[in-house]
Antibody, heavy 116, light 112 residues
Framework: QVQLVQSGAEVKKPGASVKVSCEASGYTFTSCGISWVRQAPGQGLEWMGW????????NYAQKLQGRVTMTIDTSTSTAYMELRSLRSDDTAVYYC?????????WGQGTLVTVSS | DIVMTQTPLSLSVTPGQPASISCKSSQSLLHSDGKTYLYWYLQKPGQSPQLLIYEVSSRFSGVSDRFSGSGSGTDFTLKISRVEAEDVGVYYCMQGTHLPHTFGQGTKLEIK
C-alpha cells in the first residue's frame, strides 16, 4: 500500500537546523509531488511548500523563504525538508503528504521541539 | 494569499443527525484548466489528516457515502448525512488552486 514514513522526533535549540525525512513506498515516487505541512501545538494546518520528485522543482511558502529547503533522493524514494535558524514558534508537528490531486496519504508526522 | 474561512468552528451533533460545514474562499477557486481544487480533510484525534473529498465533490477511495461536498466559486459545503461516533475530529477545507495552498481554520466535530 502507499505509505510515507517520516523520521523521528527532534529537539533543537534556537538558531539550529533540523532535517526531516519522508520515505515513500507503494507507488512510483516520481509520479506525484510531495507537500510539507506543519501544525503547531493545538493549532491548524500550515502549508510549507511542495517539491516535484520528477524534476526537483520547488515552491515554498513566502514566510519560510530563505529558511527552508526541500530536496529529493530518488534512489531511496525519500523527500527531505530542512528548516534553518529555528525559533520557538517553529515548534510543531511536521507532515509530508503525497500530492497527486489532494494530499493522500500523509506521513505519521515528526514532532520538532525548539527549546533552549 | 487566499483566505479560507470555515463556519462553524465547532459542532456538537447527536448520532444519526446530519451536519454541515461551510468553507468560503477570499477569491474564486476556479482554475484556468476548468477544475476547482477544493479539498476536505478530517484529522481524527491523535492522527494525521486524511483526505475525504477532492475537487469539491469527489469522494476519495474508501470514504463513506455519508460524506458529500458541494459548491463552486468561493462557497463550498461539506455535509455528513448521518453523523457516527467515528466522525469525530477536526475538519479542514483546503484550496489547491492558487499558491500558496491554504487551509481553513478547522471545524471541530464532537458527538453529543
Amino acid at each position: 500500500q502507499v505509505q510515507l514514513v517520516q523520521s523521528g522526533a527532534e529537539v533543537k535549540k534556537p538558531g539550529a537546523s533540523v532535517k526531516v525525512s519522508c520515505e515513500a513506498s507503494g507507488y512510483t515516487f516520481t509520479s506525484c509531488g510531495i507537500s510539507w505541512v506543519r501544525q503547531a501545538p493545538g493549532q491548524g494546518l500550515e502549508w510549507m511548500g511542495w517539491i516535484s520528485p520528477y524534476n526537483g522543482n520547488t515552491n515554498y511558502a513566502q514566510k519560510l523563504q530563505g529558511r527552508v529547503t526541500m530536496t529529493i533522493d530518488t534512489s531511496t524514494s525519500t523527500a527531505y525538508m530542512e528548516l534553518r535558524s529555528l525559533r520557538s514558534d517553529d515548534t510543531a508537528v511536521y507532515y509530508c503528504a503525497r500530492d497527486g490531486g489532494g494530499y493522500e496519504p500523509w506521513g505519521q508526522g515528526t514532532l520538532v521541539t525548539v527549546s533552549s | 494569499d487566499i483566505v479560507m474561512t470555515q463556519t462553524p468552528l465547532s459542532l456538537s451533533v447527536t448520532p444519526g443527525q446530519p451536519a454541515s460545514i461551510s468553507c468560503k474562499s477570499s477569491q474564486s477557486l476556479l482554475h484556468s484548466d476548468g477544475k476547482t481544487y477544493l479539498y476536505w480533510y478530517l484529522q481524527k484525534p491523535g492522527q494525521s489528516p486524511q483526505l475525504l473529498i477532492y475537487e469539491v465533490s469527489s469522494r476519495f477511495s474508501g470514504v463513506s457515502d455519508r460524506f458529500s461536498g458541494s459548491g463552486s466559486g468561493t462557497d463550498f459545503t461539506l455535509k455528513i448525512s448521518r453523523v457516527e461516533a467515528e466522525d469525530v475530529g477536526v475538519y479542514y477545507c483546503m484550496q489547491g488552486t492558487h499558491l500558496p495552498h491554504t487551509f481553513g481554520q478547522g471545524t471541530k466535530l464532537e458527538i453529543k
